[in-house]
């Protein structure tokens, strides 16, 4: 991804230090907090995963709206609201559930590193036996 898109988004969003800290903390990827995993880190949320899985290994484009309206169109065509799917996402690659918008720092952080952090995260999630799928 190209800085000058990534220093466009925080141009709109920081306006402290605080608030840079908080929307560049996706580079190096703090684990999400306990609570952002009791949430996300459920069954329910494994296909989303893996279907993003998916799209990334065979859609990648270095225009983070091409990305967007390309996997927007995946949902629709599954018959899947696009508001339920990218939260889980986010949380997968940023560790928060705030951050810049999610295409653009997939494409700052690049196709490997973010299959990595979604595999990982996917790695986490429990089967549905689990009460609390965080404490492995």
């Known amino acids: 991804m190209h800085i000058s898109k990534i220093k466009k988004a925080l141009d709109e ?48 484009s270095e225009d983070p709206k091409d990305m967007y ?9 599954k018959g899947k609201v696009l508001g339920e799917t990218l939260q889980p996402i986010r949380v997968a690659i940023t560790g928060s559930d705030v951050s810049l918008p999610l295409f653009d720092i997939i494409l ?3 196709k490997d590193e973010v299959l990595g952090r979604l595999k990982s995260f996917l790695n986490m999630i429990g089967d549905g036996d689990d009460k609390n799928p965080i404490q492995r």
């Open 13 to 60: 969003r920081v306006y402290s230090l605080k608030d840079m800290d908080e929307y560049l903390r996706f580079i190096k990827y703090p684990i999400p907090t306990e609570s952002l995993l009791s949430i996300y880190c459920q069954p329910r949320y494994k296909d989303v995963i893996a279907d993003f899985i998916k799209f990334t290994e065979s859609f990648y």
């Open 108 to 110: 700052f952080l690049g």
């Open 69 to 77: 309206l390309s996997y927007k169109k995946t949902r629709q065509v």
